[in-house]
C-alpha cells in the first residue's frame, strides 16, 4: 500500500509510525512544509488513557516518551487572594519539541520517507497517485478546504482572545489563575512540561481584552514567528504577582480566536482526515495532540482490520466520530464556562474552584470525592455554612440534601418533582391518577412536588384530560388530594398554573406524539398573535384587552383556590408555547399594541398576571415562574433576553424561576443532552442572584450534587427519573449513606432505609497478591528541582 501524509506533525507522524511497525512493506511518504526542528506552541499533556493506547501500540516509543513526562497530579486555581488545590487528577506533559523529535526519530528508524521544508503537491493528484492521502494539515487544513462539498466543514470563531507563551518559572501544577482587575478578568491555564518551562496560556473575553488596550497595543498581521512584544510586556505587567520574578517566553505568540472544527463528513473517496483537520477541542480540557494522535491510532487499526480502504475509513469513522464528539460537548461547555467566568467572580472561593473542576461536566461531585475527598469535604464545609439560610446542616450532608428557603417557603431539600401532564382528568376534574401520583412522590423523598398543567380556565386546557382549577367542584377535589397527601408526608406540594393559548384544544397525546386538535369539538384558541401551532391546527384570535383582563383574573381566582386547597406553592407556565410564553417570544408575539414589539412591551401582559397573583398568594408560600429560556429556533428569545426576563420577573415578585427552554415553536432544533437546559439556569441565576431550578434530563443524584454545589441552580427538578423510580430521592440517600432530615423515611418504611444487599453480597474474597499494590499519592506536585515527586495523602 502507498500512503501519503500531509503534515508532519504529531498526528501524522505518529500515523506513519504505526504504520510503518506494523507493515513494513508499505510506502509511506509524510510531507511537512516546515524544518524538523521548526515548532509553534510548548507543552503537550497527556491522558493516562491515551498514554496506554501508546504504550500498547508502540512500547518503544512509549518508552522514549515516557522517560521524559513532566507528571504530576494537582490542580491549584488561584483566586482571589487564595490558592485551592484538589488532588488526584493525574497529568503527564512533554515538550511539543521534544515531542517532536522522538516521533522523528522513531519514523527514521522505521523506514518512513518525512519530506522536510516541502509543500505536498495538490491533493488530487496524490489521491490518484496513492491508495490513502492522510490530511493531518491541521486547523486550516488545505484539504479540508479543497474538498469543502463533502466534508462540510463547520467553523465555529469563539468570543474570547488567547495567547500562547512559555515561562521560565516551573509551575508545581495544573495552575488556573483568575486575576480581576478594573477592566475585566484574565485567565491563565498554565502547567509545567519539563524541568526548565512551563506554557502559560493567557486569555480574556473581548470587551476586558479591548478594554484592557490590547486592540491598541497589537500588531495586526504577524509574519510567521513574529511574536506581538508589546502585548507580551502588558501580559506580563498585569500577571508579575503569579511569575515570581520570572519571564514570559514567545514563540510565534500572538493573539487568536479559538476555533471549534467540525466536519459533516471526515473521508472523500481515499482521502481522509485526523486532528485539527478534522475537528479541534479547546485546550482548557485538554491537549488537541492528545485527539490528533488517537485518530492516528484508530485508522491505522482500521486499515489493518479491514482490507478494503473503503470500509476502513468508514470505520474509522464511526469508531471515533462518536469519541471526538464526547469530547467536543465538554470542551464546548468548558470553553463556555471560561468565556462566561466573570459571571462567576461574585462566588466565594470555594465555590468557585468546585465549580471550575466541574465546568465540562465530565468531572462531578462523586469524581472529586474519590479523586480527593478532602478538597471536597472542604467545599462541603463552606456550603453548610453559608447556603442552608440559616438552618444548621451538618457539613457531611449531599448538597441536595441541604434545606432551602424559596420566598418564605422552607424546603428540606433540593430536589422537585417538576410538573407532569397525567391527561387523566375527568372535565377538569382531578382524580385518583393525581391522587396516586402526588401521594407516591410525596413519600419519595423530594422537598418540592408539583401537580402539572392546570388550566385557570375551560378554555385555557390544553386537553381535554387536563385538571383545572376554576370551579368549586375541582378546588374540592385538589383540597380532598392535598388533604390526603399531608397526612402521608410533610413534603411541599405546589401546583402550576396555566393558559395554554394557540397550543389548547387538543387531545391527550399519545406515546411519544403529539395530540391532534380537537376541530369542531375543541374551543376558540386565544394568543398574544394570530399565528397556528402547526399546519394542523386552528388559528387563534389575537387577545383583546378584554380576553387579557379575563385572563389576569383566571389567574388571580385559580391562585386563590390553589391556597385555599392547602399548596404551598404556584407555578405560573410562562414558558412552552402557552399564552404567557406566546407574549414573551419574539417569535409568537407580533403585536404592533402596547404589548409588542420591544422586550418591555411583550413583558407588560406576563407581569401584569404576575402582580395579580402575588397581590392574593400569600408571602409565607412560594410563587414560582417557570420561562422557556430558548426557543430554539433562529430570531427567538436571546440569552440576553432570557435574563432579563428573569430579572423583571423577580422584580415583579417571581420568589424563583423554573428555567426550562423550548417548546415556543413547533419548528425547533433542540440541543438534547445530559442537563441540557442546565447552562440557562446557571446564566439566569449568576447574572441576576434570582433562584433558579434547573431542569431536564438530570437523572443522577451525582449531577444534582455537582448542579447545587458548583451553584448553577438552586434546585433540581428530576422528572423521567422520578417517573422511572418515584422513590428516587429516598434511593438516592440510601446510596449515600445519608439519613437526616433531607430525606426521612415514612416511617412504615424505615425497615427498608438501608441499601438491599447485591448479588454475591456474601461472598467474601481471598487475597491473591502476595505483595499489595501500592497507591499513589493524593497530591503529587512537579519538583524536578528536588529530584523527586513529594506526595502526602
Not at 362 to 390: E, I, K, M, P
Not at 450 to 467: F, H, I, Q, Y
Request: one cysteine or more; aromatic letters at 8%; glycine letters at 10%.
Amino acid at each position: 500500500m502507498r500512503v501519503a501524509v500531509i503534515g508532519g506533525g504529531p498526528g501524522g507522524l505518529y500515523l506513519a509510525a504505526l504504520a510503518k511497525r506494523l507493515s513494513p512493506a508499505w510506502e509511506i511518504t509524510v510531507w511537512e512544509r516546515n524544518a524538523p526542528d521548526d515548532t509553534f506552541g510548548f507543552g503537550v499533556v497527556f491522558s493516562d488513557e491515551t498514554l496506554d493506547g501508546i504504550a500498547h501500540a508502540d512500547p518503544e516509543l512509549f518508552g522514549a516518551v515516557s522517560a521524559e513526562f513532566a507528571r504530576w497530579s494537582d490542580v491549584d486555581v488561584r483566586y482571589k487572594g487564595k490558592v485551592l488545590t484538589s488532588g488526584g487528577h493525574g497529568f503527564a506533559a512533554l515538550g511539543r519539541k521534544r515531542l517532536l523529535q522522538i516521533l522523528q526519530a522513531r519514523c527514521a528508524a522505521l523506514g518512513v520517507d518525512v519530506r522536510y521544508r516541502t509543500q505536498a503537491p495538490p491533493v488530487d493528484r496524490l489521491a490518484a497517485e496513492y491508495d490513502l492521502v492522510v490530511a493531518a494539515d491541521g486547523v486550516r487544513s488545505a484539504v479540508r478546504g479543497a474538498y469543502a462539498e463533502t466534508f462540510q466543514p463547520d467553523l465555529d470563531e469563539r468570543r474570547c482572545r488567547y495567547m500562547w507563551l512559555g515561562t521560565d518559572k516551573v509551575f508545581e501544577a495544573f495552575t488556573f489563575i483568575v486575576s480581576e482587575h478594573d477592566f475585566g478578568t484574565v485567565q491563565v491555564h498554565a502547567y509545567p512540561f519539563d524541568d526548565r518551562r512551563s506554557t502559560f496560556i493567557v486569555e480574556m473575553d473581548e470587551d476586558s481584552w479591548r478594554a484592557a488596550g490590547f486592540e491598541d497595543l497589537s500588531a495586526g498581521d504577524l509574519p510567521p514567528g513574529r511574536s506581538d512584544e508589546a502585548s507580551i510586556r502588558r501580559c506580563h505587567e498585569l500577571l508579575a504577582e503569579h511569575l515570581d520574578g520570572h519571564a514570559l517566553l514567545p514563540n510565534n505568540s500572538r493573539w487568536i480566536n479559538f476555533t471549534t472544527v467540525r466536519n459533516a463528513r471526515w473521508r472523500h473517496g481515499n482521502v481522509v482526515l485526523i486532528g485539527d483537520a478534522a475537528h479541534t477541542a479547546h485546550f482548557s480540557i485538554g491537549s488537541g495532540t492528545k485527539l490528533a494522535m488517537e485518530d492516528a491510532l484508530s485508522l491505522v487499526a482500521c486499515l489493518h482490520e479491514h482490507g478494503d480502504i473503503g470500509t476502513a475509513l468508514e470505520e474509522y469513522e464511526a469508531e471515533r466520530r462518536p469519541v471526538v464528539e464526547s469530547t467536543q460537548r465538554a470542551a464546548q461547555a468548558s470553553l463556555e464556562w471560561f468565556e462566561n467566568v466573570g459571571r462567576y467572580t461574585d462566588q466565594a472561593p470555594h465555590q468557585f474552584a468546585f465549580n471550575l473542576l466541574t465546568r465540562s461536566r465530565r468531572v462531578t461531585y462523586d469524581n472529586l470525592r474519590v479523586r480527593d475527598g478532602a478538597f471536597t469535604d472542604s467545599v462541603n464545609a463552606w456550603h453548610a455554612l453559608a447556603q442552608t439560610h440559616g438552618v444548621p446542616t451538618h457539613s457531611a450532608t449531599p448538597p441536595m440534601f441541604r434545606p432551602l428557603g424559596v420566598g418564605g417557603l422552607l424546603l428540606r431539600n433540593r430536589i422537585v418533582v417538576p410538573p407532569m401532564a397525567l391527561y387523566s382528568a375527568d372535565d377538569g376534574v382531578p382524580g385518583d391518577h393525581e391522587l396516586l401520583h402526588l401521594g407516591t412522590h410525596a413519600v419519595g423523598g423530594a422537598g418540592l412536588i408539583l401537580a402539572g398543567m392546570t388550566a385557570v380556565s375551560p378554555e385555557g386546557r390544553a386537553t381535554t384530560g387536563c385538571p383545572g382549577l376554576y370551579t368549586d367542584e375541582q378546588e374540592s377535589a385538589w383540597t380532598d388530594i392535598v388533604r390526603f397527601v399531608r397526612a402521608q408526608s410533610d413534603a411541599r406540594l405546589g401546583v402550576q398554573l396555566t393558559h395554554a393559548g394557540r397550543r389548547a384544544a387538543t387531545r391527550p397525546p399519545g406515546a411519544g406524539r403529539e395530540g391532534a386538535p380537537l376541530g369542531d369539538g375543541g374551543w376558540p384558541l386565544v394568543a398574544a398573535s394570530p399565528l397556528a401551532w402547526n399546519r394542523r391546527s386552528a388559528v387563534p384570535r389575537a387577545a383583546t384587552p378584554e380576553d387579557m383582563a379575563a385572563v389576569a383574573a383566571d389567574f388571580t381566582a385559580a391562585a386563590q383556590r390553589a391556597d385555599r386547597a392547602g399548596f404551598d406553592a404556584v407555578e405560573l407556565q410562562y414558558g412552552h408555547g402557552h399564552l404567557m410564553s406566546g407574549f414573551l417570544s419574539p417569535l409568537t408575539n407580533r403585536r404592533a399594541d402596547s404589548y409588542g414589539g420591544s422586550l418591555a412591551n411583550r413583558l407588560r401582559f406576563p407581569l401584569e398576571v404576575l402582580g395579580a397573583v402575588r397581590a392574593v398568594w400569600p408571602e409565607d408560600k412560594a410563587l414560582i415562574v417557570r420561562i422557556s429560556a430558548s426557543d430554539w429556533a433562529e430570531g427567538g428569545t436571546t440569552e440576553a433576553e432570557a435574563v432579563e426576563i428573569a430579572r423583571a420577573l423577580a422584580e415583579g415578585g417571581a420568589d424563583a424561576v423554573d428555567v426550562s427552554t423550548g417548546e415556543v415553536v413547533s419548528y425547533e432544533e433542540p440541543e438534547y443532552g445530559r442537563s441540557y437546559q442546565t447552562p440557562y439556569a446557571d446564566l439566569i441565576r449568576n447574572a441576576t442572584g434570582v433562584p433558579t431550578l434547573a431542569v431536564g434530563a438530570i437523572s443522577t443524584y451525582d449531577d444534582a450534587n455537582s448542579i447545587v454545589l458548583a451553584g448553577r441552580a438552586d434546585l433540581c427538578a428530576i422528572g423521567r427519573a422520578q417517573m422511572h423510580d418515584p422513590l428516587w430521592t429516598l434511593h438516592a440517600a440510601a446510596a449515600q449513606d445519608y439519613s437526616g432530615p433531607g430525606a426521612p423515611w415514612p416511617e412504615v418504611w424505615t425497615a427498608g432505609r438501608a441499601r438491599p444487599p447485591g448479588p454475591r453480597a456474601d461472598r467474601v474474597p481471598p487475597r491473591l497478591d502476595l505483595l499489595r499494590e501500592t497507591t499513589d499519592p493524593v497530591h503529587q506536585r512537579w519538583l524536578p528541582r528536588a529530584a523527586a515527586t513529594v506526595g502526602t495523602s
